[in-house]
């Protein structure tokens, strides 16, 4: 009875593979460590990879900066890293990671509280609203996050219209958080009154912003934003350094450490974030680059990428 019933048990999982309907296959993992600020693209990506790919999707988000170095000083194990700022590969990631690829861009909004003050005075005049003593302000560390710097340059630009605001804004009170997930829930929650940070993240959080000018908010491809420049202390176990960033358009990137090269479950994700997800960005308030822009180091690990995703992306030339 019990070689009657293993002969039918063989025959019915054999007809079932012959049907399409074997036993599932095990997920492959992604190991994805990225920028806080990308946390709702994945967790949208997260089913979909599951069931159309094949990959379980493995993630660690947190500050831009603190995720460059979990890979240069710490090698933490990684398929593939997503930044908020893609000048960290070339300055951050020096002989880990060769390529990288511009996939969205985006632009700096002022968040709004949910019970802040003034707001609509702020969709008019948001300096003059908050420099005053009654309205709270966060921001994100700018030695940890990209958000925190781009503030700066916020502030920065705007001193062409409002002399000194720089410096003003600067020794104003404020509440200095990790990265910009914090950021939003701090708004979200009420207990801050205004933020500067990404126009995706309050999209995808549904929290209310207020646009601002073209002229300084980094989200225009077509406008010179050099003007404002910072240096940020680096610290690390190798020694500290000295980083000098200056504005650009905010432009969202992934990259791949050199050791892992480029395999074929690393490849299929990012084919099918390229190729497929343009309206899941859009819906999150990215704005999908067409075509994304590839730039390398000349090398083995940048002439793979090509050969592998040339026909998806635009090569941009050398980092920088």
Not at 113 to 132: K, N, T
């Amino acid at each position: 009875m019990l070689r009657l019933r293993r002969v039918i048990l063989a025959g019915l999982v054999a007809f079932a593979a012959a049907c399409g309907k074997g036993p599932p296959r095990p997920l492959e993992e992604l190991r994805i460590l990225h920028a806080a600020g990308l946390t709702p693209l994945v967790d949208a990506l997260r089913e979909d990879c599951a069931r159309t790919l094949g990959i379980e999707i493995v993630n660690e988000p947190g500050p831009s900066q603190v995720v460059c170095r979990k890979i240069s000083e710490l090698r933490k194990p990684c398929d593939l890293l997503m930044l908020a700022d893609p000048e960290l590969v070339a300055e951050l990631l020096g002989g880990v990671a060769s390529f990288r690829i511009d996939f969205a861009s985006d632009s700096m909004v002022l968040g709004v509280g949910r019970r802040a003050p003034l707001v609509d005075e702020a969709e008019a005049d948001w300096p003059s609203v908050l420099l005053r003593d009654d309205v709270s302000l966060a921001r994100a560390d700018e030695e940890q996050a990209p958000t925190g710097y781009r503030t700066f340059f916020v502030w920065k630009l705007m001193e062409a219209k409002r002399p000194g605001l720089f410096a003003a804004l600067r020794a104003k009170p404020a509440q200095v958080v990790e990265n910009v997930s914090i950021l939003a829930a701090l708004l979200e929650s009420g207990s801050v009154d205004y933020a500067f940070l990404y126009r995706s993240t309050c999209l995808a959080q549904g929290i209310r912003f207020i646009e601002l000018d073209p002229a300084v908010n980094l989200g225009n491809p077509e406008t010179d934003y050099s003007a404002a420049t910072l240096e940020l202390p680096v610290r690390g176990t190798r020694g500290d350094r000295t980083l000098r960033v200056a504005g650009m358009p905010v432009y969202w990137c992934l990259t791949v450490p050199d050791a892992e090269g480029l395999p074929a479950k690393t490849r299929r994700f990012i084919e099918y974030l390229l190729m497929k997800r343009s309206g899941l960005l859009e819906a999150l308030g990215l704005r999908p680059l067409a075509p994304p822009v590839l730039r390398g180091r000349t090398g083995a690990a940048t002439q793979r990428a090509r050969d592998l995703l040339g026909t998806l992306v635009r090569f941009g030339g050398d980092l920088r």
